[in-house]
């Protein structure tokens, strides 16, 4: 499975982008789907999950309430709505998917930069 995202930017404090998580040739042997992100000079970190087949989710506490994160599976795609921007959430975001048997798929990421 290939990932790739796309969305990242330049984006005022305060405001908005959404991410999405293209997977090709498609999400069927996906069980979940994740955002993690990397900040220069710190260690990746996880920042939402879902799960494909119910939906469920689950957030960094640094991004709950903010970060919103969806799946279209006819579209085979993965998005992160992130409101209300902090200069802190300047990263590369990455976009994983887990299947069965272990299999871990990550794509490459995209840039995200917040000026304060």
């Known amino acids: 499975v290939q990932l790739v995202e796309s969305g990242g930017g330049l984006v005022e404090a305060g405001g908005s982008l959404r991410l999405s998580c293209a997977a090709s040739?498609?999400?069927?042997?996906?069980?979940?789907m994740g955002w993690y992100r990397q900040a220069p000079g710190k260690q990746r970190e996880l920042v939402a999950h879902?799960?494909?087949?119910?939906?469920?989710?689950n957030y960094a506490a640094s991004v709950k309430g903010r970060f919103t994160i969806s799946r279209d599976n006819a579209k085979n795609t993965m998005y992160l709505q992130m409101n209300s921007l902090k200069p802190e959430d300047t990263a590369v975001y990455y976009c994983?998917?887990?299947?069965?048997?272990?299999?871990?798929?990550w794509g490459k990421g995209t840039l995200v930069t917040v000026s304060s």
């Open positions: 994983r998917g887990i299947g069965a048997q272990g299999m871990d798929y």
């Open positions: 879902i799960f494909l087949d119910v939906g469920s989710t």
């Open positions: 040739p498609s999400t069927f042997s996906l069980d979940a």
